[in-house]
C-alpha cells in the first residue's frame, strides 16, 4: 500500500508531483491548515504532513496522528511544530533549513536602502502631489560600517553583497574564526565594538535564550548616534519599544523591520514613526525560494517514506535501521558531550577534536559528529540538526578533527571531544554504560563518574576545604535540591569541579552566590534533554 502524505499548506503543483512521481498517494488540501478541527480529525489517515507556516502542528493535533511517521516543514523556521512532541510519538520532523537563504538576504539588503533613502515615505509623499523633495535627505551606503550580529548561512550572504556594495563590514558571531572571517573580507568584532562602530545593524541570528532582547535598552544606548537597525531575523531580538524612544530621541536614525515580537503585528511601537519601515515578514517570500522549499521537502518526505532514507531531520539522526540499536544510546552521548561544551564555553571556538576510543571507533562515526555538533552549536542556533550542524561549522571555519583508536582503557568504547579558543582549550569524555544511559568519565583531564540529569549545575573551583559545604549550604537556602553530586580534582590544593543533578532550573542570583567564593572560578547551569 502506498503511504499517504496530506499536503495542508500552500505548495506548488511541482512538488505535489514529486510525491506522486515517487510513488506516494497525495491528499492537497492547502486551506486545510487554517481549521484545525477537520485537520485533527483527517490526520489518522496520514503517513506524513506537508506544511509551511499556517499549519500548527501542536500537541493536541500531533495526539491525534496515530499514523503519521513524518512532519515536512517548506522552510527553516518550525516554531509551528510541537518537537518534543513529535519526537515522543516517534514522528520525525524535516526541515529546510537552506532556501530561503538569498531571499532573506536580499530582502535585509532592501530594507537598508529603504530606510537609509527613506523611500516609502518618499513614494507616499510624492504620490500625494506634494513633490517634498528637500524632505528627504538620505545617507549613502558606500563608505558605510555595516555591523552584522550572526555570521552564518544568511549573515554569511549579506557580508557578501554589502562588501559588492562597498561598505566596511564587521561581524559579531562566538562560532565565527578569525581565519574565516579573513576568507570572507569582514572583520570580526566583539558586539559592544559593533555597537560602538556601526552605521548599520543587521541581525541575523535565532532566537535563543542568549540573542533574545541581544538589543535591548542597554545596548542599544552602547550603539553610534545615528545608526540604523534592520531585522530581518526573529521578532524579539530587539526590544521593539526601547527602539521606539530610541527612534524618538534621535539617538537611533532609523529601523527597517520584517519581523515583530508578536505576529501577526497588527500593532508596535515602532508603527507610525518617522524612517521606519515595515513588512510583513516577506524574508522568505518570493517565487524561487518558494518553489524550492516545497521542492526539497516533497523529495526529502518521499525519499524517507519510499525507502527509509532520512535528510535535514531535526529530531533524529541519519542512520540506518541495522544501525540504529547499538549507535542510538551513543548518539544521545555525544549530543550531551557537545551540549555540555556549548553551554560552559563563550569563546569563538576555533579547533575541534573528536576522539573515539575503541567501540565507539568501529560505529558510524559520521552520525556520532553529526549529533556532537549540533548539541554544541545548538546553545546559539536553537534549530540546529545533525544534517546542518556540519555544514555550519565549516562555514564558520572551525578545524574539525576525528582521531580513531583502538581501545586503550577500562571501557569498551568511549567519546572524548576538545574544543580550542584563542583563550583556552576545554575537553570533556564519556561513555554509555549497560543501561544504555549516557556518563561523564572525565572533565578538563579530571577523572568523575556521572550520571547525566534535565537540570545541572557545573562548578570549576580551587581544591579548598569546605567548598562541599559551601555549595551545599548556598543552593539549600535558595530552595534547589541536590538529586546527584559528583566531585573531581587533578591533586591536593589543585584544580577541582563539582557536576550537580538537581531538581530544576538554577537562576543567576544563586549562581552570582556561588561565584562570590573566591574559590569558585565558574558556575555554569546546564540543560540536557534526557528523557
Avoid at 217 to 230: D, F, H, P, Q, Y
Avoid at 288 to 294: D, H, M, P, R
Avoid at 393 to 414: A, C, H, N, Q
Wanted: glycine letters at 10%; one cysteine or more.
Amino acid at each position: 500500500m502506498a503511504p499517504r502524505v496530506l499536503v495542508s499548506d500552500e505548495l506548488s503543483e511541482t512538488a505535489v508531483q514529486i510525491f506522486r512521481d515517487r510513488g506516494v498517494e497525495v491528499d492537497f488540501q492547502p486551506k486545510l491548515g487554517k481549521d484545525k478541527d477537520k485537520l485533527a480529525e483527517i490526520i489518522g489517515n496520514y503517513d506524513g504532513l506537508a506544511i509551511r507556516s499556517a499549519t500548527k502542528a501542536t500537541e493536541k493535533l500531533i495526539a491525534a496522528a496515530t499514523n503519521l511517521k513524518v512532519i515536512g516543514r517548506a522552510g527553516i523556521g518550525v516554531d509551528n511544530v510541537d518537537i518534543p512532541a513529535a519526537s515522543k510519538r516517534g514522528i520525525i520532523v524535516m526541515n529546510t533549513p537552506f532556501g530561503n537563504s538569498i531571499t532573506t538576504a536580499e530582502h535585509a539588503i532592501a530594507l537598508m536602502f529603504a530606510v537609509a533613502r527613506q523611500l516609502p515615505q518618499a513614494d507616499s509623499s510624492t504620490q500625494a502631489g506634494k513633490w517634498e523633495k528637500s524632505k528627504f535627505m538620505g545617507v549613502e551606503i558606500t563608505g558605510k560600517t555595516l555591523g552584522v550580529i550572526g555570521a552564518g548561512n544568511i549573515g554569511g550572504i549579506v557580508c557578501k553583497k554589502a562588501i559588492g556594495l562597498g561598505m566596511h563590514v564587521i561581524a559579531y558571531d562566538p562560532f565565527l574564526s578569525a581565519e574565516r572571517a579573513q576568507e570572507m573580507g569582514v572583520e570580526k568584532v566583539e558586539l559592544d565594538d559593533l555597537l560602538a562602530r556601526a552605521d548599520f545593524i543587521t541581525l541575523h541570528v535565532p532566537m535563543t535564550d542568549k540573542t533574545r532582547g541581544i538589543l535591548g535598552k542597554e545596548n542599544l544606548a552602547k550603539t553610534k548616534k545615528g545608526v540604523r537597525i534592520i531585522n530581518c531575523a526573529r521578532g524579539g531580538l530587539v526590544d521593539e519599544a526601547a527602539l521606539a524612544d530610541a527612534i524618538k530621541s534621535g539617538h537611533v536614525a532609523g529601523a527597517g523591520f520584517d519581523v515583530f515580537e508578536v505576529e501577526p503585528a497588527t500593532e508596535s511601537p515602532l508603527f507610525g514613526l518617522d524612517n521606519v519601515v515595515c513588512t510583513p515578514h516577506l524574508g522568505a517570500s518570493t517565487t524561487e525560494a518558494q518553489e524550492n522549499v516545497a521542492l526539497q521537502v516533497a523529495e526529502q518526505m518521499s525519499d524517507f517514506l519510499v525507502k527509509g532514507a532520512v535528510s535535514n531531520a531535526i529530531n533524529m539522526p541519519s542512520i540506518t535501521a541495522e544501525e540504529a540499536p547499538l549507535l542510538k544510546p551513543f548518539i544521545k552521548l555525544a549530543d550531551v558531550l557537545g551540549a555540555f561544551v556549548g553551554q560552559v564555553t563563550e569563546d569563538a571556538i576555533k579547533e575541534i577534536e573528536i576522539l573515539y576510543d575503541g567501540q565507539t571507533a568501529t560505529m558510524n562515526t559520521r552520525a556520532l559528529t553529526s549529533a556532537l555538533l549540533a548539541g554544541l552549536i545548538r546553545p546559539l542556533v536553537a534549530d540546529v540538526n545533525m544534517v546542518s550542524a556540519p555544514i555550519m561549522v565549516k562555514e564558520k571555519g572551525i578545524v574539525l578533527s576525528e582521531v580513531k583508536r583502538d581501545k586503550t582503557g577500562i571501557f569498551d568504547g568511549y567519546i572524548k571531544l576538545t574544543v580550542k579558543t584563542d583563550t583556552m582549550t576545554r575537553s570533556v569524555a564519556g561513555t554509555v554504560f549497560s543501561d544504555g544511559k549516557p556518563r561523564f568519565i572525565q572533565i578538563k583531564g579530571i577523572n568523575l563518574d556521572a550520571d547525566v540529569g534535565n537540570h545541572m549545575v557545573y562548578i570549576a573551583n580551587t581544591d579548598v576545604p569546605g567548598m562541599i559545604g559551601f555549595i551545599g549550604t548556598t543552593l539549600g537556602n535558595a530552595g534547589v535540591n541536590i538529586a546527584n553530586f559528583h566531585l573531581g580534582r587533578d591533586k591536593e590544593g589543585g584544580d577541582a569541579i563539582a557536576l550537580l543533578y538537581v531538581d530544576g532550573p538554577v537562576s543567576d542570583e544563586v549562581l552570582d552566590k556561588l561565584t562570590a567564593n573566591p574559590a569558585i572560578r565558574q558556575a555554569k547551569p546546564l540543560a540536557f534533554n534526557v528523557d
